[in-house]
């Protein structure tokens, strides 16, 4: 079983940045896919940034040119750099990706999600 620990989230002013990162527990080779999501209070999970197994990435027309997601292998970890921040851009983030390893195979996990928040 892979798991993915997401971190990075925190309080931030409007106009500021994080960056987020989602860890893969265990022995994997790489992250054939990812994807980080959000869920603001009272609203539906929303896809954020992607990237897919032919290094395709895509992103929510309402980030497009603030936030850049992209993986380390060997670091086992895949980031989501997000920079002016507004109070829009307020949710729980999570990491979904699906890694793979000559022991699984490919694996699809989640993250248990990290809070973003944004003050104006």
């Known amino acids: 079983q892979v798991q993915l620990v997401e971190s990075g989230g925190g309080l931030v002013q409007a106009g500021g940045s994080l960056r987020l990162s989602c860890v893969a527990s265990?022995?994997?080779?790489?992250?054939?896919?990812a994807r980080w999501y959000r869920q603001a209070p009272g609203k539906q999970r929303e896809l954020v940034a992607g990237?897919?197994?032919?290094?395709?990435?895509n992103y929510a027309d309402s980030v497009k040119g603030r936030f850049a997601i992209s993986k380390d292998d060997v670091k086992k970890t895949v980031y989501l750099q997000m920079n002016t921040l507004n109070p829009a851009d307020t949710a729980v983030y999570y990491c979904?990706?699906?890694?793979?390893?000559?022991?699984?195979?490919?694996?699809?996990?989640w993250g248990q999600g990290t809070q973003v928040t944004v003050s104006s």
């Open positions: 979904n990706a699906e890694t793979y390893s000559n022991t699984r195979g490919f694996f699809n996990s």
């Open positions: 990237f897919t197994s032919d290094g395709i990435t």
């Open positions: 265990g022995s994997i080779l790489r992250f054939n896919a």
